[in-house]
């Protein structure tokens, strides 16, 4: 059973290496992305206030599907974040077990 049991946790240590990594570019790109994302986002809201004022209702539902799309972009990526986080915990729990 010992030997299995170290056989698994040297198995775990490029996995937890390629989560790392993986955890790393995505983190990243995501604080990257809100950089460029945010001034898009701050745009759409100007022009779906515009075009609240102008009684443009079709195109304020459309920037607002527009503005939804770009903060499911940023809350996906972020959970995605979380999730290689949480497994890279989980094995590094399983590696010192």
């Known amino acids: 059973m ?3 049991r170290k056989f698994l ?3 775990v240590l490029p996995l937890m290496l390629l989560i790392g990594i993986l955890h790393f570019i995505l983190d990243v790109m995501a ?3 809100c950089y460029v994302i945010g001034p898009i986002m701050l ?3 100007g022009c779906g206030v515009y075009t609240v004022v102008k009684h443009l209702w ?3 539902v459309l920037l607002g599907l527009m503005e939804a799309a770009c903060f499911l972009v940023l809350f996906g990526a972020s959970f995605v974040i979380v999730t290689l986080e949480s497994w890279n915990q989980h094995l590094t729990a399983f590696l010192h077990s």
């Open 2 to 4: 010992k030997v299995v």
């Open 9 to 11: 946790k040297i198995m």
């Open 31 to 33: 604080k990257l992305s």
């Open 43 to 45: 745009f759409l809201f």
């Open 58 to 60: 079709n195109q304020t």
